[in-house]
């Protein structure tokens, strides 16, 4: 049972008021970092791996220009402590694990006042670092994964390996617009790639003029964007599905995925330096392989030719998540990033890139991220050949939202009369599509009424919104207790009118779930 808790009041005046939104978005540095102690002892995962494949995780990449800035308009200096300075929590760091991103509400806790305070606004908020004994957690250690450091506030919802997480909601929505790397979800099927930024290459070949062989330095020196995008698993909110009938799929909540500030080159400039030949050429498609390793394989996939080269879709290959190199579970050093599309498609550990005439025949390209119809089920899709028909795989995410406020069985404290309470949630869209209204229900649908919706980015130069977005609606607390029919729902809508549907639609892999959220 978790009580509510009256707000801190020991908090900054010069944060209060409106939230004011993010500018300049292909210039700005979005997240501050604040380091807890110089860059030059920064620790790598040295000790947990040997030297030639230890990742060299926690520092800004070689070459780059530091990143780091406040998410609001001004900038701000790095506050830096030394070691000495140091309690004994904060102590994880010297294990190896990378720092936390943290939004600037904290630059006067790092000024030696550290002090634990629960945020009001879901935009302003801090992380502590792990202790030492956190960095492997029991549950990852006798695993391949075990070198790979983890929150342990991650649930894990496939056991001990692979490594399959979401954090709770309510640290989710506590991070702010910016999620923590180490909060971010993780899906992998197979064990983390022991990689090195020295040895890792990427090869480009197909239907190019120059089939090219790069290295990270190689990528590193060609001009960067930056930008903010909300990365989205297609199985977020499966449990739903598998509560009416089991999917083949495991069990995400509806906190499978995370909004970070995502920098690379374009896919498109890559490409254009290969001498990419064109659809008249026959190069229709892009093919993408990491280098996770399973039985059936290297995980793949592939996008059509247009979506790599479209400048409006910020595809990209990406070495730099919220102004550190990328961590391991996160694709270190190298990995696809496409803003609107599902996961599934953003390949980690990226090695490979082939221009092709046909789309990729890789094993998991057919056989994942898929939605078909209700009365197919695994048995009638393989063999009826169902996995491989192409009106049925997913790219686009599709609009979505849910309720984070009530938290799962929060207790609230009734205080007297005209007492309200706040309802909030998130909402994202695939696409670069709007989420231009999120409605809530407190009867169970009867009554709908507009909330209240933050957008805390602003479009990139081609209209494109690739974040979430937060909603809250004030009710009175009277309306809930004394309505025998109490229910939350949310909906969203987009700016091409799509709304939530009212009711789930069940498919074998249990993805795409985005019924209205309800909260009984």
Same mark, same amino acid.
């Given at each position: 049972?978790?009580?509510?808790?009256?707000?801190?009041?020991?908090?900054?005046?010069?944060?209060?008021?409106?939230?004011?939104?993010?500018?300049?978005?292909?210039?700005?540095?979005?997240?501050?970092?604040?380091?807890?102690?110089?860059?030059?002892?920064?620790?790598?995962?040295?000790?947990?791996?040997?030297?030639?494949?230890?990742?060299?995780?926690?520092?800004?990449?070689?070459?780059?220009?530091?990143?780091?800035?406040?998410?609001?308009?001004?900038?701000?200096?790095?506050?830096?402590?030394?070691?000495?300075?140091?309690?004994? =929590?904060?102590?994880?760091?010297?294990?190896?694990?990378?720092?936390?991103?943290?939004?600037?509400?904290?630059?006067?806790?790092?000024?030696?006042?550290?002090?634990?305070?629960?945020?009001?606004?879901?935009?302003?908020?801090?992380?502590?670092?792990?202790?030492?004994?956190?960095?492997?957690?029991?549950?990852?250690?006798?695993?391949?994964?075990?070198?790979?450091? =983890?929150?342990?506030?991650?649930?894990?919802?496939?056991?001990?390996?692979?490594?399959?997480?979401?954090?709770?909601?309510?640290?989710?929505?506590?991070?702010?617009?910016?999620?923590?790397?180490?909060?971010?979800?993780?899906?992998?099927?197979?064990?983390?790639?022991?990689?090195?930024?020295?040895?890792?290459?990427?090869?480009?070949?197909?239907?190019?003029?120059?089939?090219?062989?790069?290295?990270?330095?190689?990528?590193?020196?060609?001009?960067?964007?930056?930008?903010?995008?909300?990365?989205?698993?297609?199985?977020?909110?499966?449990?739903?599905?598998?509560?009416?009938?089991?999917?083949?799929?495991?069990?995400?909540?509806?906190?499978?995925?995370?909004?970070?500030?995502?920098?690379?080159?374009?896919?498109?400039?890559?490409?254009?330096?290969?001498?990419?030949?064109?659809?008249?050429?026959?190069?229709?498609?892009?093919?993408?392989?990491?280098?996770?390793?399973?039985?059936?394989? =290297?995980?793949?996939?592939?996008?059509?030719?247009?979506?790599?080269?479209?400048?409006?879709?910020?595809?990209?290959?990406?070495?730099?998540?919220?102004?550190?190199?990328?961590?391991?579970?996160?694709?270190?050093?190298?990995?696809?990033?496409?803003?609107?599309?599902?996961?599934?498609?953003?390949?980690?550990?990226?090695?490979?890139?082939?221009?092709?005439?046909?789309?990729?025949?890789?094993?998991?390209?057919?056989?994942?991220?898929?939605?078909?119809?209700?009365?197919?089920?695994?048995?009638?899709?393989?063999?009826?050949?169902?996995?491989?028909?192409?009106?049925?795989?997913?790219?686009?995410?599709?609009?979505?939202?849910?309720?984070?406020?009530?938290?799962?069985?929060?207790?609230?404290?009734?205080?007297?009369?005209?007492?309200?309470?706040?309802?909030?949630?998130?909402?994202?869209?695939?696409?670069?599509?709007?989420?231009?209204?999120?409605?809530?229900?407190?009867?169970?649908?009867?009554?709908?009424?507009?909330?209240?919706?933050?957008?805390?980015?602003?479009?990139?130069?081609?209209?494109?919104?690739?974040?979430?977005?937060?909603?809250?609606?004030?009710?009175?607390?009277?309306?809930?207790?004394?309505?025998?029919?109490?229910?939350?729902?949310?909906?969203?809508?987009?700016?091409?009118?799509?709304?939530?549907?009212?009711?789930?639609?069940?498919?074998?892999?249990?993805?795409?779930?985005?019924?209205?959220? =309800?909260?009984?």
């Amino acid at each position: 049972m978790v009580a509510v808790a009256e707000e801190a009041d020991d908090h900054d005046e010069e944060h209060d008021g409106e939230m004011p939104t993010l500018r300049e978005v292909t210039r700005s540095r979005w997240v501050e970092r604040i380091e807890i102690f110089p860059s030059s002892v920064r620790p790598t995962m040295a000790d947990s791996t040997t030297a030639s494949t230890a990742p060299e995780i926690g520092g800004s990449t070689k070459g780059c220009v530091p990143t780091n800035v406040g998410c609001y308009k001004e900038e701000v200096a790095k506050s830096k402590i030394e070691v000495n300075d140091i309690d004994d =929590r904060d102590k994880g760091y010297a294990a190896g694990l990378p720092c936390f991103t943290l939004c600037a509400r904290d630059r006067a806790c790092v000024a030696g006042r550290r002090r634990a305070h629960a945020p009001a606004d879901p935009l302003r908020a801090r992380h502590r670092p792990l202790a030492r004994s956190q960095i492997a957690p029991p549950s990852s250690r006798s695993t391949p994964d075990e070198w790979v450091p =983890r929150h342990p506030s991650l649930v894990r919802l496939t056991g001990r390996h692979p490594f399959n997480c979401e954090p709770p909601l309510k640290d989710l929505m506590g991070a702010g617009f910016i999620t923590p790397s180490s909060l971010h979800y993780v899906r992998n099927h197979g064990a983390v790639p022991k990689c090195s930024w020295a040895t890792h290459t990427l090869t480009v070949d197909g239907l190019v003029d120059k089939p090219t062989t790069f290295t990270m330095d190689d990528l590193l020196a060609m001009p960067a964007r930056e930008i903010p995008i909300t990365l989205v698993c297609a199985g977020n909110r499966r449990k739903e599905e598998n509560l009416t009938a089991q999917t083949i799929g495991f069990n995400w909540g509806a906190a499978g995925h995370g909004c970070s500030v995502w920098k690379g080159v374009l896919l498109r400039d890559v490409l254009l330096k290969c001498g990419v030949k064109t659809p008249d050429d026959g190069a229709n498609h892009v093919c993408f392989v990491g280098k996770e390793s399973m039985p059936k394989g =290297r995980y793949g996939t592939s996008i059509v030719w247009h979506t790599a080269m479209d400048p409006a879709c910020d595809v990209m290959l990406a070495y730099e998540q919220n102004g550190e190199k990328l961590m391991p579970d996160h694709g270190y050093p190298l990995r696809l990033v496409i803003p609107g599309f599902i996961g599934g498609r953003m390949i980690k550990w990226l090695t490979e890139i082939s221009v092709t005439e046909k789309e990729s025949d890789n094993y998991f390209h057919f056989n994942d991220n898929r939605v078909l119809p209700e009365h197919v089920t695994a048995e009638i899709a393989t063999a009826e050949g169902w996995w491989y028909k192409p009106d049925y795989i997913i790219n686009d995410l599709n609009i979505n939202s849910a309720v984070s406020s009530p938290d799962h069985e929060e207790v609230l404290a009734l205080t007297g009369k005209g007492q309200t309470y706040a309802i909030k949630g998130y909402a994202y869209n695939g696409g670069g599509r709007k989420v231009i209204r999120v409605e809530v229900s407190i009867d169970g649908g009867k009554t709908w009424a507009l909330s209240k919706l933050t957008h805390p980015e602003e479009p990139t130069e081609y209209g494109k919104y690739w974040c979430w977005c937060f909603f809250e609606h004030e009710v009175a607390v009277a309306d809930l207790w004394q309505n025998p029919d109490a229910e939350i729902l949310c909906r969203g809508w987009d700016c091409a009118m799509q709304r939530q549907p009212e009711k789930l639609v069940w498919n074998v892999m249990g993805m795409m779930n985005n019924s209205y959220f =309800r909260v009984k």
